[in-house]
Structure formats: C-alpha cells, structure tokens
C-alpha cells in the first residue's frame, strides 16, 4: 500500500516560511467597536482620541469655599481677612466653580462668624485647588495609540475622555475539528477501543490564554469526504484551522490530501520531536494546521507554530520564552534527526537549580501537567551529559519553582495525598514529585537534585531496612533518616484470583508484571525470587516493567497481567484479591542541607499529623505505630 511520507523540514524554516507566506496573502486581523467599560484587556485597532476635556468644566478639588484670590491676599494669623456673605460660596468636591471665583479655600481653613461672614487665615493664588478645565486630558489629545494592550486604567480615561466606544483587534475564531474512528466526546465509562477526546479541551483552553476564541466542531469520523466537508466549513467561519490528527502517513490520514485538494499545503513533516507530523497549509487565505494526534506533539506545534498566528494577527512580536540556567541531573541522549522538546522538573536544591528529564512519551499529558520547563534539543545534537549546565524554558513562575518541595524516590499514593494536605494547609505551597524507585532517590540525593526522597531499600543479607543502604553510599553523611511508615506488600491478583494464586513461589501460573530496577519493591521480589529457589526464565513477564504501584494495578486490573507485587492501597484502590507477603519500612531520606527548611518542616508536620494517619488508615495496607 503506498503511503505519503513526510518532509523533515527545520522547524524555524518552516515557521519562518509559513509566517511569511500567510502574510502576502493577506492573512491580517478584522476589527470591532465595543463598549469602552468593556475593553479592558484588548488591543486598540486605532488611536484613540478624548473627545472633551477632563475635567470638562472647572471643578473643585475641595470641600471649602469658593473665593476671588484678590480677596485673600494679605490674610494671616495676626490680620485674618473677614469676607462677607457675597464674597464667597459653599463649595463640595467637584462642584462647579462660578465664573466669578478662580479659588477655593478648604473648610479646615475657614472660620464661620455670625451675619454669613468668614474668616481666613491665609492668602490664597488663583486657581489654587481647583481643577481646570482639562487638567487630566484635552479634547483631541491622543489617549493610546494603536495597538496597545487595553489596561483598566485605560478604560476609566476613555470615558473621562468622553469616549464611549473603542474599536479593537477582533479576536481571531479558531476553529478546532477533532478526528478519528476511535475518538468519543468524554463520558465517565468509555468502552474498549474508545479514546476520550481531550485534545480539543487543552488547545482551546490555550487559545483563550492567548487571546483568542475556540470553535470545537464536532468529531469528524475516518473519512476523506466528511472531512474535506468539515474543512470547508471552518475556513469559511474561522480565521485559523485545526485538524487534530490525521496528519501522519497512515491509511486514515487524510489532513494533508484535503488541505492540498482545497488550498495548499506548505510543509508536511516537521524536524522537531515530539511534533513531526504535523501539517502547515492554507485554504483561501486562513491557515489550517494540521496536528498530530498525540497529546504532547500537538502541545509543541500549539506553542511554536499556533501561538505565532495568532501573535501575527495581534500584530505582536515573538516575545522570548522566560528561561533559567540548570545543571542536568540526568544524561540525554537525542537523534541527531529532530530540535527536540524534553519536559523537565525543576528544583532549587542547596544553591543551584536542578532539571530532571520526564518521560519522553508523545501521548503522556501528565508529562506537561507536571513539567516545569522544556529542555530544547537542537537539531544535530547528540543531547547533553549529567552535571552539565543547560538552559531550560520556564513552564512555571520561577517563584514558584523555587518554592516547591522536591520529593523524588519510590512511588506511593501518600505521597499524592501528603501533597494535598500542604497544598490545603498552604494554596502557596507546591510539591513536585517523581518516581524513580529508592535507589533513584539516593542517586538524585547524591547529585544535588531533591529535598528528600521515600525509599524502602531491603537489605537481603539482614533483613533489614535502609540503614546500610545510607552507610554505603553516604559514608561522610550528608543525609537525615526520617522514620516513615509500615507499609504493607504483597501479591496483587485479578479479582477472585482466578489462577489461585497463595503464596510468592505461585507467580508462575501467571502472566506477571514486575517493577522497574532500581526500586524497593524490585529489590524485594528478586530477594524472594532467590529465597524460593526460583529461575527467573521461568516468569512470564520478568522484564515486564512499570514505575508505580498503581501502574501495576492497572494492568492487572485490565486483564493484561495475572499478578504483580505491591502494596495494599493499590490493590484496594483497582479492586483486586492481596495476598500479603511483609510490612516493609518506607522512610524518608532528607539532604540534610534541606533539613530545617520551611518546605521540609511543613512535609515532616503533616507526616507526624493525627490527621494523616487517619488518612492513611483509610486508604489501608499502613501500620503507623
């Protein structure tokens, strides 16, 4: 079957080349009058110009008496001035000034005698608190000019200025077609084969971040007519176009044939990872851009090649993505092919900020949830070494990272609920977490790259927890140990344990699914794998790896695994049979450097909480005593 395969084209070229193209043809934003009240946050298409004078009369700035100055003059504490009932008149802030006044004297500075006569004290100078005629703004004097960023300040002069309406920057529509056979709009239970469509949900959510307004059209099945009727639709309505996948090179891709059949199609293949596939084209003038259908790809061609149209229509420059020197905690390596986009954690460990790569997956989301920069890739490189400094795109205030807890280490879902109590206790506070398994955790203390890390290390020849781990790969200290929890371990099995499965030595009946090495719970079942006397060739699924417990759950739960080791809260949280094999120690290790921290004493006072032990007694599978 013959397929169309893609360009591979450099993405500032073809950015650069696209932008260009879209302007010679006419590609320019639309304009709208709106209620000044209403504008703040837009951009003036035009000038604005006050159509009266503000203040529009002469006003008092004070409550007091309006005067001639003439009147005052020689006042003073030893020789007050009298005047008398006509020489003066009640005044409050803002009142009209008579034309025969040019002063007023404040109430403060006025003393009532009888007959309606006053006395003063000082002498006053002509027009001395009163406000002019135009004082702030002038008829014809321009307020803001074209193109600027509507503030609030800027709207309250427009209506001093007599300017009741303002004509802006229309707001781009961009209209987003979601595609696929297996796409379902999101209900709570989708069915086998079912895929939840949420693309649509993120990328209009940016696009009104940036300004503009989100058309979601209806999900377009697998077929080339219905969606060369769709496309059709949405040029003829919107000012930019998305088609959500469809832009690779499958059978059922058919993005780029009906751009090419309606309009033109520039480039179809993009050197960046993730984001290859995507589709930059044109029908009529509007740009339609094709993404690919993984969730991070198209979050990428959002950022560079979406947010850029519509920074075109808002005649705006690029403006730089906010960036941070880091050392890498971890080696990348990177094609030589792609500009790569790498998602990292940021942490600001001791006296240097550290980046910790993520998964790399195209359709891991929580990749970009959890991110708090992007490490770029250029095209050409082989990627960069551990401990080098590199420089990362900020995600996040910078504030903020710098005051986030950086929790590494072996996974639990008490951590995700300790989380939440700080963040409850502290909207202001943030904790960022991995898991990386427990010797993750020490390999990241070592290097500087977290506060503290959860860690359940068995040691094989005495049974016990942790300790001679510390001694072994922290012979000089550095380090604090912090008693945890009993967490309990234990078989994880199909609900109704169908394989009758009884004990460790049974995993062999079944498919199992093991944890990644490195962590405690890997360490535990190759220890039980030797004390039983067991050949690992022999279990279906050894090299089977996942990082989580509840990952483990899953599957199982899904039907593509038998049996997995875990913990408890796990199993109960995916309703499956335990069987229990030990209680373990989870502790925390903590850089002693971070040891006394504001974020630290926080994490360490909700571990010790009446509070969270009973919430770890809900969840179940803890020993807290």
Not at 123 to 142: F, K, L, S, T
Request: hydrophobic share 40%.
């Amino acid at each position: 079957m013959r397929h169309n395969y893609l360009d591979n084209t450099p993405m500032e070229k073809a950015k650069e080349e696209y932008l260009s193209f879209l302007s010679d043809n006419s590609f320019t934003h639309k304009t709208e009058k709106i209620p000044s009240c209403e504008s703040a946050g837009r951009i003036l298409s035009e000038a604005v110009y006050a159509a009266i004078c503000s203040p529009h009369y002469n006003a008092s700035a004070m409550d007091g008496i309006a005067v001639k100055a003439k009147d005052t003059y020689g006042a003073s504490e030893s020789c007050p001035v009298v005047l008398s009932a006509g020489q003066y008149a009640v005044v409050d802030t803002g009142d009209p000034i008579p034309e025969e006044f040019d002063s007023v004297i404040m109430v403060e500075d006025v003393t009532e005698l009888d007959s309606g006569r006053v006395s003063i004290l000082s002498a006053y100078h002509p027009w001395q608190n009163i406000r002019q005629v135009g004082e702030d703004i002038c008829m014809g004097d321009m307020i803001a000019p074209s193109f600027t960023v509507i503030t609030p300040s800027l709207c309250g002069a427009f209506l001093a200025g007599g300017v009741l309406e303002v004509e802006v920057i229309k707001k781009p529509v961009v209209g987003i077609i979601p595609t696929g056979d297996e796409i379902v709009s999101p209900k709570a239970n989708p069915e086998k084969g079912e895929i939840i469509e949420f693309n649509s949900a993120v990328f209009s959510s940016m696009l009104n971040q940036w300004g503009a307004e989100a058309e979601i059209y209806d999900i377009i099945k697998d077929k080339k007519e219905l969606l060369k009727s769709a496309v059709e639709r949405g040029v003829a309505e919107c000012d930019i176009l998305l088609v959500l996948a469809g832009s690779s090179a499958g059978r059922d891709d058919y993005t780029s044939t009906v751009i090419s059949s309606l309009g033109q199609v520039l480039f179809h293949g993009i050197a960046v990872k993730p984001g290859k596939p995507a589709v930059l084209g044109a029908v009529g003038g509007v740009p339609v851009v094709g993404l690919p259908g993984y969730p991070v790809s198209a979050i990428v061609i959002m950022d560079e090649i979406v947010k850029k149209l519509v920074d075109m229509w808002y005649a705006v420059k690029e403006e730089k993505h906010a960036s941070v020197k880091a050392v890498l905690g971890k080696r990348v390596v990177s094609s030589l092919k792609y500009q790569e986009y790498i998602r990292v954690t940021l942490g600001n460990v001791g006296d240097r900020l550290a980046a910790v790569p993520l998964s790399r997956g195209a359709g891991v989301i929580t990749s970009f949830t959890k991110a708090d920069g992007i490490l770029v890739v250029p095209q050409n490189s082989e990627g960069f070494e551990a401990g080098q400094e590199i420089e990362i795109r900020l995600l996040k205030p910078l504030s903020q990272i710098k005051a986030s807890l950086i929790v590494t280490g072996s996974h639990d879902p008490l951590i995700d609920e300790l989380s939440d109590m700080l963040k409850k206790q502290d909207a202001s506070f943030s904790v960022t977490s991995s898991h990386v398994g427990s010797m993750g955790a020490i390999t990241a203390l070592k290097n500087g790259q977290a506060h503290l890390g959860c860690i359940h290390l068995l040691d094989t020849e005495t049974g016990k927890y942790n300790e001679s781990y510390i001694k072994k790969y922290f012979p000089d200290g550095g380090v604090k140990l912090v008693k945890g929890v009993g967490r309990v371990q234990g078989l994880m099995v199909r609900k109704g344990n169908p394989l009758g499965i009884k004990n460790f030595a049974d995993i062999v009946k079944g498919r199992y699914v093991n944890r990644q090495v490195g962590s405690g719970t890997r360490i535990l079942y190759d220890y039980l794998i030797n004390k039983n006397g067991m050949n690992k060739a022999d279990i279906d699924g050894y090299r089977n790896e996942e990082f989580t417990h509840t990952a483990v759950a899953a599957l199982i739960a899904a039907g593509n695994a038998d049996c997995g080791l875990g913990i408890y809260s796990a199993a109960k949280m995916y309703d499956l049979d335990f069987i229990e094999i030990c209680t373990e120690e989870y502790d925390v290790l903590i850089d002693e450097k971070a040891y006394g921290t504001p974020q630290v004493e926080r994490f360490l006072d909700i571990l010790k909480s009446e509070k969270f032990k009973d919430r770890l007694l809900q969840m179940g599978g803890y020993r807290v005593d």
